[in-house]
């Protein structure tokens, strides 16, 4: 009987462990930019903990407003494909394209 409790317990100890850890991957925050790249960054989102970016609208006016330097630390972030901020990076590359 205490192998069957201490089993469920480590099962579901595995199992919380590896939700955090995808919504740790899914969900970019400000720490997943190069210190380069945050502050360039930050107009595209709504709050200051960078998780939820502005609507398309919102988007397309900050990427009007970007300095070139700013423009292109995002280009060379997002060139990188590796990065944790994908679902960013092709809203970017959708608007750098218009």
């Known amino acids: ?3 069957r409790i201490i089993a469920a317990a480590a099962l579901a100890f595995a199992a919380t462990g590896a939700m955090a850890q995808t919504d740790q991957q899914s969900t970019p925050t400000d720490s997943q930019w190069p210190q380069a790249s945050r502050a360039a960054v930050a107009p595209f989102y709504t709050d200051s903990s960078m998780k939820t970016m502005r609507d398309e609208a919102g988007f397309t006016a ?6 070139s330097e700013d423009r292109e630390a995002i280009k060379n972030e997002c060139a990188n494909r590796n990065t944790m ?3 960013f990076c092709d809203q970017y590359d959708k608007n750098s394209a218009m």
């Open 1 to 3: 009987m205490k192998f």
């Open 62 to 67: 900050a990427m009007k407003n970007l300095k």
């Open 85 to 87: 901020n994908t679902s």
